[in-house]
């Protein structure tokens, strides 16, 4: 008997943005496989009986690898139980999602992905700024700063990013921010870009330009969300 995947975003953190569907699997499941930045409160409501599994990665720390990961996943449906896998933000979204959703499809394993509410653009929100903004800009551009990104691991497009006008959201992106905004600076984007750097699912907030942000966000530590562009300024009216 084979069970069943559930691949699931849980959004920004907060337990209330988690989806309906996700919460009913999340209700249903016999195991858990839950991520560092998932909405782990939501674990104190399941039965006493599922099996809860932190497979949380923190930077230059794994507790277990993708593959170990994905193999725990498939163990589990293959002794027919109703597994999820629930990370944060949405699984699509620099979550790996696919990874596992090819796992699942290559093993012949039932699964279903669960959109969640990426923190891409939730997080930004939270602080007062919309990513997009009718007569600011129509466009809004969502990049990794995992790598440096003067790095040949970097696959990010940063000189046609600089040449633009849309907003840049980059996740993962504390640790080289300030190469990432003197890359930005040098490709062509003016100094004098709004930046903001949102943490702790907006309780902190550092507002500076391109030129000055590498100084004023001493001291944030990940995960954060980058904002990069001429929305940032609605902040001071939208923020609440």
């Not at 933000?89 to 620099?94: E, K, M």
């Not at 930005?184 to 702790?200: C, F, I, K, M, N």
């Amino acid at each position: 008997m084979t069970g069943h995947v559930a691949i699931v975003g849980g959004g920004p953190g907060d337990p209330g943005l988690l989806t309906l569907r996700g919460f009913d699997l999340l209700k249903q499941a016999d195991v858990v496989l839950v991520d560092r930045l998932a909405p782990r409160s939501l674990l104190d409501a399941l039965r006493p009986d599922v099996e809860i599994v932190d497979v949380g990665k923190e930077p230059h720390k794994h507790r277990r690898s993708q593959r170990e990961i994905e193999a725990l996943m498939l163990d589990r449906a293959r002794r027919g139980l109703r597994v999820v896998r629930l990370k944060g933000g949405d699984p699509y979204v620099f979550g790996r999602g696919g990874e596992e959703a090819h796992a699942c499809a290559a093993a012949g394993v039932p699964y279903e992905v669960v959109p969640g509410v990426t923190s891409a653009v939730a997080v930004p929100a939270l602080a007062g700024i919309p990513v997009t903004q009718r007569g600011v800009t129509q466009e809004v551009t969502i990049v990794s700063g995992h790598a440096h990104p003067d790095s040949p691991e970097s696959t990010v497009d940063w000189d046609r990013l600089a040449a633009g006008t849309g907003t840049i959201v980059v996740l993962m992106g504390v640790t080289h921010l300030a190469a990432i905004a003197s890359r930005l600076v040098r490709g062509g984007r003016r100094g004098s870009t709004p930046v903001a750097v949102v943490a702790d699912s907006a309780a902190r907030v550092v507002v500076a330009t391109l030129d000055t942000v590498d100084g004023a966000a001493d001291g944030i530590e990940p995960p954060a969300v980058v904002v990069v562009g001429d929305v940032v300024a609605l902040r001071d009216l939208l923020a609440s």
